[in-house]
């Protein structure tokens, strides 16, 4: 049987489809004429979603009254080891019959295989011992049996934690620090409260470092892409007791573009009315199984100059990224890589203003975590 995918055209001139593609959280219909009575797979081609549940046999019998095929409309019956299956999608009556298929508009997207071959003889699929096949498809119309199992759960409630980062970062000339990058979730496919945190520490000598924080509403506006709003929590620590900390609003996207960029686009006003912009993007290159190269850039840009902060207006900071890592599982994989940080424009000229170097080289070491 052939599936016509509904794209807001007539019948008979939408696409003609074995195998219809759905990307995550789409809905599709299609329209599933029921002339060829058998046995057929409907099915998910994922192993797991198989394995859970998205695999049922759909059994195409012939009406006792004319002769013609119907599928069981809404419901589900089993019988035997077939399952006579509704399905969410148009389903022609006897009274409604399209077209012989050579009358049928041209749809270009699939050629007839069994035009000019005679139809199989198929034995309809045995019935209940005292049922007959109006009975059953009568049954068929009503609520699936109690002991029927429950369908595959597809609101529960979700959680996800990363480190992206966990490393040391190893530098000439300069101190050491530790530097982190973790994001994670809860919530369904739609609505989540999402987190992220990244900053660095020096823990030799005197203590100091950098952090942020991000508290998040995250939401499904497309397959790939999450809309997201919330507040970011920055903070500056030295040694000598001085601590800073801002509030700030934040609104973007983060998502996966074509071609697997992974991308986070976020726009900041903070609480003293300075407006910046971060971009990140990363990809993976997959070199074995286990073995992935990832490339990583970040950046800042500044709105206005923030000068208690040492920041210029405009490009600010850029930071180019290489980690090799090795997936002992894909949860737990040990890294090495390189860093290399540039302080761009009137940012880098205040850095070197005050003795500070606009560019700086790190090797890296660490560990990427997921739970």
């Not at 040391?168 to 992220?196: N, V």
């Not at 709003?229 to 601590?243: K, Q």
């Not at 302080?343 to 500070?356: D, K, M, Q, R, S």
Request: proline share 7%.
């Amino acid at each position: 049987m052939w599936m016509d995918l509904y794209a807001g055209h007539e019948y008979g001139e939408n696409p003609r489809k074995h195998t219809v593609s759905v990307q995550p959280a789409e809905l599709v219909t299609v329209d599933i004429t029921a002339d060829a009575p058998g046995q057929w797979a409907f099915h998910c081609h994922l192993l797991y979603h198989m394995e859970v549940g998205m695999f049922r046999t759909v059994a195409v019998v012939r009406s006792l009254e004319g002769g013609g095929s119907m599928l069981t409309p809404r419901s589900l019956l089993l019988v035997g080891s077939v399952l006579l299956l509704g399905l969410n999608s148009t389903v022609r009556a006897q009274g409604d019959v399209p077209p012989p298929r050579k009358e049928q508009p041209a749809h270009g997207h699939a050629a007839d295989p069994h035009e000019g071959h005679p139809p199989p003889e198929v034995d309809p699929p045995s019935v209940p011992e005292g049922m007959t096949l109006d009975e059953v498809l009568a049954l068929a119309d009503g609520p699936p049996p109690a002991s029927y199992p429950d369908a595959v759960a597809d609101d529960a409630v979700y959680t996800f934690t990363q480190f992206e980062q966990l490393e040391y970062r190893s530098q000439s000339g300069g101190r050491d620090p530790l530097g982190w990058s973790a994001q994670g979730w809860i919530g369904r496919d739609f609505d989540k409260f999402h987190w992220k945190s990244e900053g660095q520490a020096v823990f030799e000598g005197l203590d100091e470092g950098e952090s942020g924080t991000e508290l998040l509403y995250s939401r499904l506006v497309s397959p790939f892409w999450d809309f997201q709003i919330g507040a970011r929590y920055a903070n500056e620590w030295t040694g000598n007791g001085d601590y800073e900390d801002t509030w700030s609003g934040a609104i973007g996207f983060q998502g996966l573009a074509p071609y697997m960029f992974e991308l986070d686009n976020t726009l900041y006003i903070s609480e003293h009315g300075d407006v910046s912009f971060g971009f990140e993007a990363e990809y993976h290159v997959r070199i074995t199984q286990r073995l992935v190269l990832q490339p990583r850039t970040e950046l800042s840009l500044y709105a206005q100059d923030v000068p208690e902060a040492g920041i210029g207006a405009g490009l600010s900071d850029l930071s180019l990224d290489l980690r090799l890592r090795y997936e002992i599982k894909r949860e737990f994989a040990p890294y090495v890589g390189i860093r290399f940080a540039y302080l761009i424009g009137a940012t880098g000229n205040l850095a070197e203003a005050v003795g500070l170097d606009a560019s700086s080289v790190f090797y890296l070491a660490g560990l990427r975590v997921a739970f």
